[in-house]
């Protein structure tokens, strides 16, 4: 699958020899189904894509010596490797976007939208913050994920539905917007 993202992600292997798989965020295609009353159901397939930003993260209070054991390096950057946001990402993440139809998304700013709320490893109710994009690549619809990560409260913002996006989208209508 060709695309202007990773399609496909190696794994990071740690300072230990610890191999952490990231092949569950490889590229993928989504199909969501609208069902409507009056008219025939719409189909809407993306290309998802994510970033390096779901499983990375650079925290002010690391050294530099513990930034580069931990530094992962993509075509676009390198950061170092966050085993929770992996974690999450793992736990979560392709589930969280394969019923994006089903979840609460609100506009996150910068013409991105986020879906949030799961139970972290301690079964704890927290927000995760997971913001996308959506946009046409190559005459197909594509969906990528810019990052994903906790966050301690509630992030605001108004709520859209997907299938609005999807059909604006696809009618090369603007995209909602706050």
Not at 75 to 82: I, K, L
Request: net charge positive.
């Amino acid at each position: 699958m060709k695309i202007g993202e990773v399609s496909k992600w190696h794994p990071f292997v740690d300072s230990e020899g610890t191999v952490w798989d990231l092949s569950f965020l490889d590229a993928h295609e989504a199909i969501f189904t609208h069902k409507c009353e009056e008219k025939k159901d719409r189909d809407y397939k993306f290309i998802v894509s994510y970033s390096s930003h779901c499983f990375c993260k650079d925290y002010p209070e690391q050294t530099e010596l513990e930034k580069q054991r931990l530094m992962y390096p993509s075509p676009r950057e390198s950061r170092p490797f966050c085993k929770r946001r992996y974690l999450l990402a793992q736990r979560y993440l392709k589930n969280i976007i394969l019923t994006l139809d089903k979840q609460r998304i609100i506009h996150a700013g910068y013409g991105s939208y986020a879906v949030l709320e799961v139970l972290d490893e301690e079964s704890r109710s927290i927000y995760y913050h997971v913001p996308f994009k959506v946009f046409r690549e190559n005459k197909k619809f594509r969906l990528h994920i810019t990052s994903a990560y906790p966050v301690m409260e509630k992030p605001g913002g108004k709520k859209v539905g997907f299938y609005v996006i999807a059909y604006n989208l696809a009618h090369n209508k603007p995209l909602p917007h706050p």
